[in-house]
């Protein structure tokens, strides 16, 4: 019943971008990611599967189509809105097309109104978590949903991609500063699988660009709920986040670090996670990135490492390859999370003293 909704949402997508021209203001865009993933696990106890080659939407990237909508109104100010819905081009183990890169909601990614001028832009409704952003801004591998650092921050760490409902100001750029803050009102509990369990929540940042250096600092707090159909929240979410990038001719270094106490199976758990690494432009059309991270929480730790490759096929179009490795060394029963693309066939819970290795290889289509 729930892919109903997506057709009409692609039909009409299509519809807006066929008249895009003719349209002031009106702009589509979308990003596709597929392609296979080959992973093995290796260690003691292990499950009844420990390897498998299968179809992964999102190996690299989160898949998306989106239309924004922009117009002039008086005294100078701009007025528009942004529809985005995430999705799986390949569902599985009965999720629906709608369910990954978001929740099962019809625009699980955004949709939302704003108005900007010389104050900066207010925006309300559903939107990207700020402090979430502030991870990409120096995320090694770009975020990649294999072998990066968002399989331990968002879903160990319990940071969310997304606010369902948020009221988010931004400032003008002061100099190369910008401040940005954001406020979860108290939400009704959900009941959908992957419905964001945020119930209230606060986020600010601020990201500072000279020259080639870029620099973002963030933090969070969040009430969540205990489950979807709790009547009241008793688990608290918070963390703070630093990022950064440093562009050195064809070489960008990046790296961060978050600090992150997070509700994890009815505990507190205090996490910290590090990454340091890059990307190299060999040429306009061949790049790598390289990412080293290390996650801790007492007796958890778990080091992960991925290396990709780029190469533009054309404009759109780029074939990727990349090769992770995610080693949970706790020394207690503490489990990790080997990707962020899922829903995947094989297990992503990883166990103590196990090993998990993925090859995958993919396209990335942007229309941007």
Known sequence: MEKTHFIPLIALAAALGAVQAHAEGLYTYAL????????????????????????????????????????????????GGKLEQGFLIAPADGTNSRYWFGNGDLLNREANIYIKGGFGSFAVGTQPNFAFKTVLLGEPRAGSNFGSALAMIDIKGGLGTVDDAAISYTSTDMGGLVFAAQYVPETKSKTCAGCSNVKTG???????????????????????????????????ASGS??????????????????????PDGGLTTSMTTSGVGGSYAMTGETSFDLGIYNSKAGTLSVETTGVGVQQKLTKELTLYGQVAKVNNKSTADNTAFINFAGPTILTDALLKGQTANTINVGLLLALF
């Open 32 to 79: 596709i990611d597929g392609g296979v993933a080959s992973t093995r696990i290796s260690g003691k106890n292990l499950p009844a599967v420990s390897s498998k080659s299968e179809f992964v939407t999102g190996g690299y990237a989160p898949t998306f189509v989106g239309m924004t909508y922009e117009k002039g109104a008086s005294g100078g100010l701009t007025v």
């Open 202 to 236: 606060t986020r600010a940042s601020v990201a500072y660009t000279t020259g080639n250096l870029k620099f973002g600092l963030a933090a969070y707090d969040s009430t969540v709920f205990t489950s979807n159909t709790a009547p009241s929240p008793t688990l608290k």
């Open 241 to 262: 986040i630093a990022s950064g990038a440093y562009k050195m001719g064809s070489f960008t270094l990046k790296g961060l670090y978050a600090s992150q106490k997070n």
